[in-house]
Structures are given as structure tokens and as C-alpha cells.
């Protein structure tokens, strides 16, 4: 059975850093497409970084410069490192594999109801100032 498994969530102060790993499990992710996307209740799902089979990242204007992606193939896991932490950051974080390289940066809930994406249950970022 296809699974993510997103950890590393938690409460932090304003412009501080945590650490989001996803881990795959039932597949590797050779081949694959790795999204992080986020969700303030009420809002919609919003990409967030992604990062391409290769190791090519891609980061929304908002997070750019503070938000990095690391891919381990060999351990079955992506990293999102989010430093210098603001209170939009705060959200519920997803991530989401995909062979696709085509992603929507907005949706209308998280999970999305792609069946062609697997996605984590979420993790929880909450930043205090």
C-alpha cells in the first residue's frame, strides 16, 4: 500500500526554523514528483515547494529564499526546511507524490481528490509571535 507520512511539525516563534520530512512507504520515490502544499482552515490548499525527480526545486514568491528541499532516494524521504519563520507560515503542511510534473497551485481543499497524487495526513506548523 501506497503511504506518506509527513513529521516534524510543530510550534515555533516568529523567525524560527523546523524541519518537514516526508516519508514514503509501499514505493520509492525514484521517478517522483514531491509537493509540500499547505492549508489554513477556511482557506484554500496552496502549493508550497516542489521538487522535480532530479532534485530541481521550486518555491512559491512567499517562501523563496527561506524555504529549502532536500531528497534522499536511498532513505525514501524529502525534506522541507523552513527557516526565518513568519505567523503566515503557520498552516496545515501536506505532503504529496506525484510522477506528474504538471501541479496546481491552488486547490480547493487538502488532500485534493487527484487519484493519481498520493498525499500525507498532515502535519500541523504553528508559528507564535
Known amino acids: 500500500q501506497l503511504q506518506l507520512m509527513e513529521s516534524g511539525g510543530g510550534s515555533v516563534e516568529v523567525g524560527g526554523s523546523l524541519r518537514l520530512t516526508c516519508t514514503a512507504s509501499g514505493f520509492t520515490f525514484d521517478g517522483f514528483y514531491v509537493a509540500w502544499y499547505r492549508q489554513v482552515p477556511g482557506n484554500q490548499c496552496g502549493l508550497v515547494s516542489r521538487v522535480s525527480p532530479t532534485g530541481l526545486e521550486y518555491h512559491i514568491d512567499s517562501v523563496k529564499g527561506r524555504f529549502t528541499l532536500s531528497r534522499d532516494n536511498t532513505k525514501n524521504t524529502v525534506t522541507l526546511y523552513m527557516n526565518n519563520l513568519k505567523p503566515e507560515d503557520a498552516a496545515v503542511y501536506y505532503c504529496?507524490?506525484?510522477?506528474?510534473?504538471?501541479?496546481?497551485?491552488?486547490?480547493?481543499?487538502?488532500?485534493?481528490?487527484?487519484?493519481?497524487?498520493?498525499w500525507g495526513q498532515g502535519t500541523q506548523v504553528v508559528v507564535s509571535s
Open positions: 504529496v507524490a506525484a510522477v506528474s510534473g504538471t501541479w496546481q497551485t491552488r486547490l480547493d481543499r487538502c488532500p485534493g481528490r487527484d487519484a493519481s497524487r498520493h
